[in-house]
């Protein structure tokens, strides 16, 4: 059974910053490509942020996020982390991290309100 487990999650004011962390214990972490997905009340699960396998992975955004939100990896940590700045209450939903294509099994995600 896989298990992400994400944090630093809250609530914060139009305009500031965040850092996501996630971290599994999966073995050969830096083989997989990893997500960032977030779902907003009533809205279906989408895909914000991945990056690539190894220590230099490629990166791809969504557009509603590209240019304020970076995502890296600790390979040795076998940790994923979501840069959030500039956030906007469009921003506002439950962050959770997985592999892309994602597993089966979700952590619990850490919820993210922008909010003034």
């Known amino acids: 059974q896989v298990q992400f487990v994400e944090s630093g999650g809250g609530l914060v004011q139009p305009g500031g910053s965040l850092r996501l962390s996630c971290t599994t214990p999966?073995?050969?972490?830096?083989?997989?490509?990893m997500g960032w997905y977030r779902q907003a009340p009533g809205e279906q699960r989408e895909l914000v942020a991945s990056?690539?396998?190894?220590?230099?992975?490629?990166?791809n955004y969504a557009d509603s996020v590209k240019g304020r939100f970076t995502i890296s990896r600790d390979n040795a940590e076998k940790s994923v982390f979501l840069q959030m700045d500039s956030l906007k209450p469009d921003d506002t939903a439950v962050y959770y991290c997985?592999?892309?294509?994602?597993?089966?099994?979700w952590g619990q995600g850490t919820q993210v309100t922008v909010s003034s």
């Open positions: 997985n592999f892309l294509p994602a597993f089966r099994s």
């Open positions: 999966i073995i050969n972490f830096s083989a997989y490509t």
């Open positions: 990056i690539g396998r190894g220590s230099g992975g490629i990166t």
